[in-house]
Structure formats: C-alpha cells, structure tokens
C-alpha cells in the first residue's frame, strides 16, 4: 500500500519561506517520478513543481519558478519543497504525489498525499 505523507506547512509572512517534505512508503520501485501540486479555494488543482525518479528533470509552474525548487532523496524516500519569497498567492493546499510515468504527465498522478496547508499572509 503506497503512502505519501505531507508535513512542513503552517503560516508564514509574504516574503518568508516555508520547507515541505513528502514521505513515501510502498512505492514499488525508486523509479517513481513526484511532484507537487496545489488546489487554491475556488481553483483546480495545479502541478507546482515535479521531479523525474532521478532528479535530473524538474518542472516548475512559470508562477514559481526562481522561488521554489523541488528535490528528492532516493535513499529516503523523500521529496522536498523549498518555498522561497512567498506570496499570498501561494496560499493553498500543497499535496505530494506520484507516478511511474514521465514526471510531467499530470493526468497520470496515482498516488496521492493527505494535503498540507500553507497560508501566505500579506
């Protein structure tokens, strides 16, 4: 049974940062591409940042890119979000998730995290 587990969240200031950790257990092979997406109230949920099983391939969204850098750690089976300069904007629901497809194949996230919230106030 896959499961990813959100934790690093919380309030923070506009201009401040925030860390998110992703960790993933029952994953069948390390092979798995992650990501990061985010759901607003009100808004679809969007990819934020994803990571080929590697790390050599990243994508990040244009609304973050040069604030946010997305990494993984293989051997324990973790994916990170740094958060650089946050914006109220950023505010949402971050959920980790994965997939053993390309890493920016959205459609084929399987697995899915609880969410963490994260509130940018001005």
């Known amino acids: 049974q896959v499961q990813l587990v959100e934790s690093g969240g919380g309030l923070v200031q506009a201009g401040g940062s925030l860390r998110l950790s992703c960790a993933a257990s029952?994953?069948?092979?390390?092979?798995?591409?992650m990501g990061w997406f985010r759901q607003a109230p009100g808004k679809e949920r969007e990819p934020v940042a994803t990571?080929?099983?590697?790390?050599?391939?990243?994508y990040y969204t244009d609304s973050v890119k040069g604030r946010f850098t997305i990494s993984r750690d293989n051997a324990k089976n973790t994916v990170y979000l740094q958060m650089n300069s946050l914006k109220p904007e950023d505010t949402a629901v971050y959920y980790c998730?994965?997939?053993?497809?390309?890493?920016?194949?959205?459609?084929?996230?399987?697995?899915w995290g609880q969410g963490t919230q994260v509130t940018v106030s001005s």
């Open positions: 990571i080929s099983w590697g790390g050599s391939n990243k």
């Open positions: 998730a994965a997939n053993y497809f390309a890493h920016i194949d959205f459609d084929t996230y399987d697995y």
């Open positions: 029952g994953l069948t092979s390390s092979r798995a591409a």
